[in-house]
């Protein structure tokens, strides 16, 4: 044996008995994961030096797509960072690729020309991207997407904006396709085929993928050949075989990718398509395994990462001598593109003796499909819905019988196993040990079980134990059902984190969260993005994502009035006979005669049973029909009053005193401040109804002591306090500051409702959101932050310039009639025909 | 629209925004609440709640059930039992959707008809 170039860190761990070597060609997904299988086994039995291209640690390619398209920093998605492989004595050299292998001799010879010997020798050297060698093919600006060097690049180009075209509209294609549309470059993605990812997708499914990928400003061009890349010192365009020119600044190849053998090669191991192994990941080289992209098992190359945690377990097994024999994977694939939810497993090629049970949903743009072959389930493709992708995978996967649920397989898991419960706790209790509950890095429920039995309690140990829902997160939900199963009552009792209602795992401060970096405009897309366990929600979560939704995209939100309580649906409030009370807005407690007369002869006009002062300063008008809304609001309308939202989880009155205008003690004008506040406000919806008062002096005769925002007026000035509550816990306000000015007292309020409207939970008021989050806090965002409170006050006063509007002009101006309109009216013995 | 003995045409399922809910006044008699659930599919019940009898119409409709306005007690579109905790149980009225219109069952919508 030749003398072996140990290294210091080596020789430290090597003390004793002398350890067999074990070097890895490609610092990997493969690669990596075969050296944590085995260490995770043994970690005394090897030596282990890892080679990688790449001048980087190991990271998550996967996430490479997010990266792309923003969601994610590289930080993010690195594996295993430095201080792993100097814990378990792993020498990394990075940025040196192998060029030789030295069977006889047994070592490799890297770029630099470092010889490193090896007992044993692992090729994980991945794929390559295909690139087609049409002309033109090497000019600056034409690039794969591989690794994070091509994402560096992709990132480059997009930053001066301009034209990408997308060679290939598979997977990979479309995520880079995402991302540039996002970086904001003008994005045409060509596709050989008739259908995107036609290996994953048949065509209904492909072309409702495409329909949204244009809707979202991308061009889809099928059928595209291309023949020849344009530009004499860099990329200007792309010509197709049928003439059609294409403006480029920069060309991503997506066309497929080939397993990375030429090293193999050259040290004649045995490659067909990749480096052929037996069952124990074995070359025709004893000394010598492979895992990952580059190798061929059974005659089969995979370009997903599933089957590679299963080869690095079967490699694992073998190298620490408990062979247990790798048998080939069935692969699904889900798309990584935000809002776009895909899923296909198996073989959907159809035939003569398979069926289609095919399930269609236009209204929410869901199509399942599911092929069965006898009794056995053979391939499924769900768009719209992946819910029940990984159930469907697992039947597949265990080529379990499924005659029994034939009939109700299409409509997933809660269906089919009986009763038509959508717990999901039951659903996930239902999946066998070993099906896969994160996708991202390949951990079964076994091994999340185990973990949790391991003494992980929460979802954060369970990340960091086995990596399940540690990269992008969809499985969260299926994480924590897995802890609630194993823990039972420990589990909630332990939780710090309360989730927003049952239909989701996700707390209100995660929605709000995921709502603003997945940008995520409507409550079907917020449910399908973050795995809602219901169909449509229920009545604690919709009104909340309504109003999520508005706060984050003012302009943007399409507001749902089915998901609004009735009293805002109405815009009235609801009374416990059915009929409703009417409360015109009064500015500050000011009213005019002719506002008086006006409300009068409404009450008279509408047989009002009541008319009452409420304790906001402003008339209540009781025992309106349904009916009669929009008549009223018009009658009041016309004398110039609007809306009091007096029924609204929104700014509801200003209550004022006479302040120095009339009153002896008075020190500043509050009642005109109060007005000026009232018109700042008046309009906007909070997580919960919102009070104000000014009072002309500590007297505080407006009570504003006990209001969300109270103001008392000083002679040198106003003092703001926050929080009070005059309700069942009678709470007083706490002290936020003292300004000098009506302009910024202006400013620090809009300030302080616009920090309560982005943080707080729907139907929080501000009592105990002060109490949960305290006044340090809120004073250093407010008092202390003066850039940051003026741009609260900005996005304040941005919201109020679109969500300003008299909502009681837009019904009376005929907006959804139907809510006050009966559908019909049945007269017995005759029948009225329907309005 | 010919008046058929058993089902009463009340006009067309668009008139009914998906997990929206409209109302159908019976002289005489109980008013009814037409839902409309995401699925599309159309339920009708007594327009009363069983517990404080609130106007059903004006919940919040979701999956196969309305949650009441007043109290937010849940009620079953498909049984009209109260669903959870709750205890009571609210008029079903049949109804079936034919090419796009809805028809109600005349004898239980006349139900209570004096
Ligand atoms: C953008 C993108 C998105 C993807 N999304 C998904 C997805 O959503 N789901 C999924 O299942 N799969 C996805 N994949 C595929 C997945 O990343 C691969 O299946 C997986 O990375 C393969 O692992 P591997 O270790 O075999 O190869 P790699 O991860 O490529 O690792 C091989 C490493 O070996 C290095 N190397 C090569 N030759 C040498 C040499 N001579 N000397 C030293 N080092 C060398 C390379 O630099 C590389 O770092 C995606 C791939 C990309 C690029
Ligand atoms: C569904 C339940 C409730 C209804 C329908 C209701 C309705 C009203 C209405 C119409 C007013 C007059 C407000 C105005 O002029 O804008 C009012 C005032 C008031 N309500 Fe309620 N309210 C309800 C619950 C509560 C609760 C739970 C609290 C305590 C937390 C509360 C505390 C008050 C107070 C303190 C006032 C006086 C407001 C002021 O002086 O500005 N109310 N309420
Ligand atoms: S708070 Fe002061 S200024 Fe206002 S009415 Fe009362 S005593 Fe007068
Ligand atoms: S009346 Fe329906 S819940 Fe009380």
Redesign the interface.
Known sequence: MNAPVITNVQQEKASGQARERLVVIGNGMAGCRAVEEILARDGDRYAITIFGAEPRVNYDRIMLSPVLAGDKSFEDIIINDQSWYDDNGIELVSGDAVIAIKREAREVVSASGRVTPYDRLLIATGSDPFIIPVPGHKLPGVITFRDLDDVDKMLTAAETGGNAVVIGGGLLGLEAAHGLSLRGMKVTVLHLMPTLMERQLDEAAGFLLRSELERRGQTIITQADTAEILGDSHVTGVKLKDGTEIEADLVVMAVGIKPSTGLAKLAELEVERGIVVDDNMVTSDPAIVAVGECVQHRGACYGLVAPLWEMCRALADFMTSTPSGYVGSVTATKLKVSGINLFSAGDFSGGADTEDIVMR?A??GVYKRVVVKGDRLIGAVLYGDTADGSWYFDLLKRQEDISDIREALIFGQAFASGGAT?DPDSAVAALSQDAEICGCNGVTKGQVVACIDGGAGDLDSVRAGCKASASCGSCTGLVESLLSLSLGDDYDGERKVTPMCKCTSFTHEDVRRNILEKELKSIPQVMQELHWT??????SC??ALNYYLLCAWPTEHEED???R???E??HAN?Q?D?TYSVVPRMWGGITTPNELRAIADAADKYEARLVKVTGGQRLDIFGIKKEDLPAIWADLNAAGMVSGHAYGKALRTVKTCVGSEWCRFGTQDSTGLGIKAEQMTWGSWMPHKFKIAVSGCPRNCAEASIKDLGIICVDSGYELSVGGNGGIHLRGTDFLCKVETEEQALEYMAAFIQLYREEARYLDRTAPWVERVGMDYIKGRIVEDEAGRKELQERFLFAQSVHQKDPWAERVAGAEG?LH????????FS?L??? | MMADARWIDIGPVEQLPALGARTLPVQGGQEIAIFRTATGSIHALANKCPHKAGPLSQGIVHDTSVTCPLHNWRISLLTGEALGEDKGCVPVIPVKIDAGRIYIERASALAGVV
């Open positions: 949903d209204s929410r959508l219901t169909a449509d929600g229920c009545a919709r009104p009035p089915q998901s309580f009735v009293n649906r109405m609801i416990k059915g139907h309109k009966h559908i019909a009216e049945i007269r017995p029948v025909e329907p309005a």
